[in-house]
């Protein structure tokens, strides 16, 4: 079985500081990993994944994302976050048991204040 | 290619009517995918399509529910005799398979179609 936890429903960071969203995995063999924002009234968005390599992944908007396989996390970052930052944001798995099938965690709430 | 479209964006209907909704995926995407999104929730795999092939279902999925891909393109997805549990946002999405093709994993999509039971 494959799943994503992600274990804050809501971050709350002030512009400018540097924010960090958690999310760990599990999951046989070696994970694709993927992070997805989505806006009000919007889909969801493709940030940034890890497949294989380094594990400091950028992606866009500044973002980057930090696999670590002994910890099995794969936490979301971003230096000096901006208001417009806020939004939901999901990590995501690729299956094991399917490699065609995506797994979602539950997504968490960014609020970043001015 | 304007990205996926989902249509309508917003069903209303009464307990016990059908609904369809239609995806149009980007037009070099092979892979179709329907989630189903609850407030609060991430999306929850539903089903997907390589093509026109209906590749696998899940448990969530009732009898009542019916997706088809006819040539490879659109997509629908239909719900009959709705259920007030079945009020949620119904996600598409679509992506190009492979694995080392750019893009190939990443899922494109649509801004959903929000399904109310009353």
């Known amino acids: 079985a494959q799943s994503v936890a992600q274990p804050e429903d809501q971050v709350n960071v002030a512009e400018g500081n540097p924010l960090t969203v958690k999310c760990t995995y599990s999951v046989s063999g070696n994970p694709y990993l993927f992070w997805y924002v989505q806006y009000p009234n919007r889909g969801l968005q493709f940030l940034l994944k890890?497949?294989?390599?380094?594990?400091l992944v950028k992606g866009s908007y500044g973002f980057e994302a930090e696999f670590n396989k002994s910890q099995t996390s794969f936490h979301l970052k971003k230096p000096s976050a901006l208001v417009s930052d806020s939004a939901l944001y999901f990590c995501a798995v690729r299956g094991s048991d399917n490699f065609n099938k995506f797994y979602f965690g539950s997504g968490t709430k960014l609020n970043v204040k001015p | 290619d304007t990205g996926v479209s989902q249509n309508p964006r917003h069903k209303i209907t009464k307990r016990g009517q059908n609904v369809t909704f239609r995806c149009d995926p980007i037009s070099e995407h092979n892979r179709l995918y329907w989630y189903r999104q609850t407030l609060g929730q991430g999306p929850e795999f539903l089903t997907y399509?390589?093509?026109?092939?209906?590749?696998?279902k899940s448990r969530l999925l009732s009898d009542r529910f019916s997706a088809e891909r006819p040539k490879g393109s659109f997509s629908t997805l239909e719900i009959q005799r709705t259920e007030q549990g079945d009020s949620a946002m119904y996600l598409c999405a679509s992506s190009l398979g492979g694995t080392g093709r750019v893009g190939a994993n990443v899922l494109t999509f649509g801004a959903g179609s929000r399904l109310t039971v009353l």
């Open positions: 399509f390589q093509n026109e092939a209906q590749l696998e």
């Open positions: 890890y497949i294989t390599g380094d594990n």
